[in-house]
T-cell receptor, first 116, second 114 residues
């Protein structure tokens, strides 16, 4: 398997523009996670899906952020409008969760977003 | 809520030195514990894990033991190499009815000098 695939690897955009980050999870995994990494706050869980359904979006910073998972093999994280403080590395991860079991998440290489 | 606390970095060591990176956690229930490693410009990779008390996870010469009594999961390696230079994250995940997100510590930047 190719692992979790994220695109683009780097994105530079102007403040106010819409940004869409994409993720393809590992085939067969039923959970998908979006994380944001910054120097100040470390790794923060933004949202996660289980069987394509959003389970917990309490980490999404504000209404400018939205995430979708239209099918088991694709997810997007959208920021509209973007702001300089959104600059960070955004990671997507997937796992195979089972009831009562431990989870092991596999991470993509991340998208480095710079909003100028 | 869940939280993970790990020692601040950077930690700078000479090659072949002994490594300990401390990690303690707070969680409801009985979490699984993980160490992830992030090499420059890459995503996180699972290094090792432990799912119940007294379990020892090990990989690539690294070890960590799940200590429920001290709520700790310290990472150790007997002899580090330059190639071990990376950021190390301690994390936990609750058991539950399905998959949930990992709670990470802030990461410890390890620098190994030749």
């Amino acid at each position: 398997d190719a692992g979790v695939i994220q695109s683009p690897r780097h994105e530079v955009t102007e403040m106010g523009q819409e940004v869409t980050l994409r993720c393809k999870p590992i085939s067969g995994h039923n959970s998908l996670f979006w994380y944001r990494q910054t120097m100040m706050r470390g790794l923060e869980l933004l949202i996660y899906f289980n069987n394509n359904v959003p389970i917990d979006d309490s980490g999404m910073p504000e209404d400018r952020f939205s995430a979708k998972m239209p099918n088991a093999s694709f997810s997007t994280l959208k920021i509209q409008p973007s702001e300089p403080r959104d600059s960070a590395v955004y990671f997507c991860a997937s796992s195979l969760g089972v009831p009562g079991g431990s989870t092991e998440a596999f991470f993509g290489q991340g998208t480095r977003l710079t909003v100028v | 809520g869940n939280s993970v606390t790990q020692m601040e970095g950077p930690v700078t060591l000479s090659e072949e030195a002994f490594l300990t990176i401390n990690c303690t956690y707070t969680a409801t229930g009985y979490p699984s514990l993980f160490w992830y490693v992030q090499y420059p410009g890459e995503g996180l990779q699972l290094l090792l894990k432990a799912t119940k008390a007294d379990d020892k996870g090990s990989n690539k010469g690294f070890e960590a033991t799940y200590r429920k009594e001290t709520t700790s999961f310290h990472l150790e390696k007997g002899s580090v190499q330059v190639s071990d230079s990376a950021v190390y994250f301690c994390a936990l995940s609750d058991h539950g009815g399905g998959a949930d997100g990992l709670t990470f510590g802030k990461g410890t930047h390890l620098i190994i000098q030749p």
